[in-house]
């Protein structure tokens, strides 16, 4: 079984400052991770992905996040927020199994708001 | 279609009505799910669609809920008699082969049970 937590269901910045939203998972097997991001109103966008490979990924809008296996995280980071990255986060796993338990398993989701 | 289509957009009903809510995937993903998202509460996976094989049916939160996927393509969620904790959004996505690819996701349709 998998699960996910988000740390800090609210996270406030101001425009210019780092953006990090905590992200930490538990696995039976290998996992893939995600994280999405939803605007007011609107369905989940894929930010970025870790599958395999290189461990810091790099996604749109200047996200970018890093798989640490031994600290089962992958933590998102924006090194200057804008006002338009105001949304809700949502960190999600799914194992990298050759089994049928392919179900995305989503966090709590992190609201960030971005003070000018 | 270039995205996931959900209908209707949103949904006010009757508590005790039964409503059908559609999901029409991407063309060519074998993987469709339902999630459902309540205030504060985050996303909950209700059903999960692969292909033919049997669905994981393991989210559904009551026999209230049940769902189809006709053709491998769309999908409907069906709620029977509505109850006022059922008002959520309900979110369809759908992927390539599921897995690691990426889920793409409808709008929702937001439900509420007056």
């Known amino acids: 079984a998998q699960s996910v937590t988000q740390l800090g269901s609210h996270v406030s910045v101001s425009e210019g400052a780092l953006v990090l939203l905590r992200c930490n998972y538990s696995?039976?097997?290998?996992?893939?991770l995600f994280w999405y991001v939803q605007y007011p109103n609107q369905g989940l966008q894929l930010l970025l992905k870790y599958t395999t490979g290189a461990t810091l990924v790099k996604g749109i809008n200047g996200f970018e996040a890093e798989f640490k296996k031994s600290e089962t995280s992958f933590h998102l980071t924006k090194p200057s927020a804008h006002m338009s990255d105001a949304a809700e986060y949502f960190c999600a796993v799914n194992p990298n199994s050759g089994g049928s338990n392919y179900k995305l398993t989503f966090g709590k989701g992190t609201l960030l708001t971005v003070n000018p | 279609g270039a995205g996931v289509s959900q209908s209707p957009s949103n949904k006010v009903t009757e508590k005790g009505k039964d409503v059908e809510l559609r999901c029409d995937p991407i063309?060519?993903?074998?993987?469709l799910y339902w999630y459902r998202q309540s205030l504060g509460q985050g996303l909950e996976f209700l059903i999960y669609f692969q292909g033919n094989s049997a669905p994981d049916k393991s989210g559904l939160p009551s026999d209230r809920f049940s769902a189809e996927r006709t053709g491998g393509s769309v999908s409907t969620l069906t709620i029977q008699r509505t109850q006022q904790e059922d008002s959520a959004v309900y979110l369809c996505?759908?992927?390539?082969?599921?897995?690691?690819?990426?889920?793409?996701f409808g709008q929702g349709t937001r439900l509420t049970v007056v």
């Open positions: 696995s039976s097997v290998p996992p893939y």
């Open positions: 996505a759908s992927s390539l082969r599921g897995g690691g690819t990426e889920a793409f």
């Open positions: 063309s060519g993903h074998t993987a």
